[in-house]
T-cell receptor
Framework: DGGITQSPKYLFRKEGQNVTLSCEQNLNHDAMYWYRQDPGQGLRLIYYSQIVNDFQKGDIAEGYSVSREKKESFPLTVTSAQKNPTAFYLCASSIRGNGYTFGSGTRLTVV | GEDVEQSLFLSVREGDSSVINCTYTDSSSTYLYWYKQEPGAGLQLLTYIFSNMDMKQDQRLTVLLNKKDKHLSLRIADTQTGDSAIYFC???????????FGKGTSLLVTP
């Protein structure tokens, strides 16, 4: 079955560490997105990519980095520069003119 | 960008109808979407409506679109406890890829 897979489901990070969240899709979608979700704040766009080897900053890109070396994969690195990384992270993909397909999310906690 | 507006909370009794409202921003949006998010999960696409339609019905779901007022609503008939979730409306943007999401409406269904 086609879909979008995020891993891990839960992730714990020590202060000062970088961590990478995985997002893989086999839907042949061109575009991929990373959102952060905090209680009561809805979805905030971190980064998005419409084509391989190209990506753009969203509204809250500071402290995050991404790569898009393959169409299927769009990993997100939460760097030590992100001062408040505890949140629920959602990855999505889409083709032009269609809605998004979301992954099941990764909950990141700083310990 | 401008905000898609939704009320934050709605509480209904089991068996009643629920109506979730949304005001969107872009009068040229081609598609408007409703997503459902259950606790700890990603967003799943519930339904969508094309901008040249006024209404779309899909089993217990009815979507109404008022383009003049840029108002979208989702009616859930015979609401069940399993409908308790956060509901997001979203508008498509000019790029054809990106969606602009509201902050979500938390629906609580009580027995």
């Amino acid at each position: 079955d086609g879909g979008i897979t995020q891993s891990p489901k839960y992730l714990f990070r020590k202060e000062g560490q970088n961590v990478t969240l995985s997002c893989e899709q086999n839907l042949n979608h061109d575009a991929m997105y990373w959102y952060r979700q905090d209680p009561g704040q809805g979805l905030r766009l971190i980064y998005y990519s419409q084509i391989v080897n190209d990506f753009q900053k969203g509204d809250i890109a500071e402290g995050y980095s991404v790569s898009r070396e393959k169409k299927e994969s769009f990993p997100l690195t939460v760097t030590s520069a992100q001062k408040n990384p505890t949140a629920f992270y959602l990855c999505a993909s889409s083709i032009r003119g269609n809605g998004y397909t979301f992954g099941s999310g990764t909950r990141l906690t700083v310990v | 960008g401008e905000d898609v507006e939704q009320s934050l909370f709605l509480s209904v009794r089991e068996g009643d109808s629920s109506v979730i409202n949304c005001t969107y921003t872009d009068s040229s949006s081609t598609y408007l979407y409703w997503y459902k998010q259950e606790p700890g999960a990603g967003l799943q696409l519930l339904t969508y409506i094309f901008s040249n339609m006024d209404m779309k019905q899909d089993q217990r779901l009815t979507v109404l679109l008022n383009k003049k007022d840029k108002h979208l609503s989702l009616r859930i008939a015979d609401t069940q406890t399993g409908d308790s979730a956060i509901y997001f409306c979203a508008e498509s943007l000019n790029s054809g890829y990106a969606l602009n999401f509201g902050k979500g409406t938390s629906l609580l269904v009580t027995p």
